[in-house]
């Protein structure tokens, strides 16, 4: 069964930074693409990163372009985002999925919480 | 990036047919866009529904289809139950980047 666990969410000062993993299971971490999805309160879904299977070309969106950088340890099953120089606009609860550019999205977590308030 | 529109909200009859719809500002959606949809429920992770225009995983209730209709991306849900009651998003896949569209929120009343 694939199961896909975020952490490393929290409450941070605008200009901090944080780090989000996830852990993954179930499933062949290395063949897949990863995703990182986020939902600010209230709001829709909004696509932050994607990563292939083997790491290598990465790509976000312009929202976070330069803040964040995304990696994986294909050793640990684990998925990170480094979150750099965040705004209060970054506050949202961030998904991480199975899947991306080539490869389906099709399981996800249950996400974790950033808030970034002074 | 480009910009992904869908109806903001839908009303659909217990047992009725409704079609939601999924636009790029960029031009019509082709299956090249690899289009999804997926529903949210509040409080719940998003869950996939269809995937690369048509496909549905195993966990897909047969009452929704998925296809491409008039240039746009198009989610039908045939025979609606009040458990489909739900947030729908739409994802669309360009060339170095990936977009939402802004959520279909759909009423089974």
């Known amino acids: 069964e694939v199961h896909l666990l975020e952490s490393g969410g929290g409450f941070v000062q605008p200009g901090g930074s944080l780090r989000l993993s996830c852990a993954a299971s179930g499933f062949t971490f290395n063949n897949y693409p990863m995703t990182w999805v986020r939902q600010a309160p209230g709001k829709g879904l909004e696509w932050v990163s994607d990563i292939p299977g083997s790491g290598g070309r990465t790509y976000y969106a312009d929202s976070v372009k330069g803040r964040f950088t995304i990696s994986r340890d294909n050793s640990k099953n684990t998925l990170y985002l480094q979150m750099n120089s965040l705004r209060p606009e970054d506050t949202a609860l961030y998904y991480c999925?199975?899947?991306?550019?080539?490869?389906?999205?099709?399981?996800w977590g249950q996400g974790t919480l950033v808030t970034v308030s002074s | 990036q480009a910009v992904v529109t869908q109806e903001p909200s839908l009303t659909v009859s217990p047992g009725g047919t409704v079609t939601l719809t999924c636009g790029s500002s960029?031009?019509?959606?082709?299956?090249?866009?690899?289009p999804y949809w997926f529903q949210q429920k509040p409080g719940q992770a998003p869950r996939t529904l269809i995937y690369d225009t048509i496909n549905k995983h195993s966990w897909t209730p047969a009452r929704f289809s998925g296809s491409l209709l008039g240039g746009r991306a198009a989610l039908t849900l045939s025979g609606a139950q009040p458990e489909d009651e739900a947030e729908y998003y739409c994802l669309l896949d360009y060339p170095d980047f990936r977009v939402f569209g802004g959520g279909t929120k759909l009423t089974v009343l």
């Open positions: 999925s199975k899947g991306g550019f080539g490869s389906v999205t099709d399981y």
């Open positions: 960029t031009g019509g959606v082709t299956s090249g866009h690899y």
